[in-house]
């Protein structure tokens, strides 16, 4: 069972960044697959980004040149920099860890992002 914890949610004005991380408590490199999922109140669970072992990244739409999610092998560590945050991203941000594909089985406890206008 690998644990995973988010840090660095908050309140954010419309225009400003965000970097989340996400630390685990086992060598990301056992991973196959990492990401971070979102959702906001009424709404499904989306995956917003997410990246392979070898550092393929994929994206959803909304995000796309904005959001760049990345990984730091020795601090067991996965990164959302967001940018140009828009209130339609206010949602708790949860990140999530496969060890073969991309059933992302582990789960953090969310963080809290919110974009005020």
């Known amino acids: 069972q690998v644990q995973l914890v988010e840090s660095g949610g908050g309140l954010v004005q419309s225009g400003g960044s965000l970097t989340l991380s996400c630390t685990a408590s086992?060598?990301?490199?056992?991973?196959?697959?990492m990401g971070w999922y979102r959702q906001a109140p009424g709404k499904q669970r989306e995956l917003v980004a997410a990246i392979s072992s070898g550092d393929r990244t994929n994206y959803v739409e909304s995000v796309e040149g904005r959001f760049t999610i990345s990984r730091e092998n020795a601090k067991n560590t996965v990164y959302l920099q967001m940018n140009s945050l828009k209130p339609e991203d206010t949602a708790v941000y949860y990140c999530?860890?496969?060890?073969?594909?991309?059933?992302?089985?582990?789960w953090g406890q969310g963080t809290q992002v919110t974009v005020s206008s």
């Open positions: 999530a860890a496969d060890p073969y594909g991309w059933g992302f089985r582990y």
């Open positions: 086992d060598s990301i490199l056992r991973l196959n697959a």
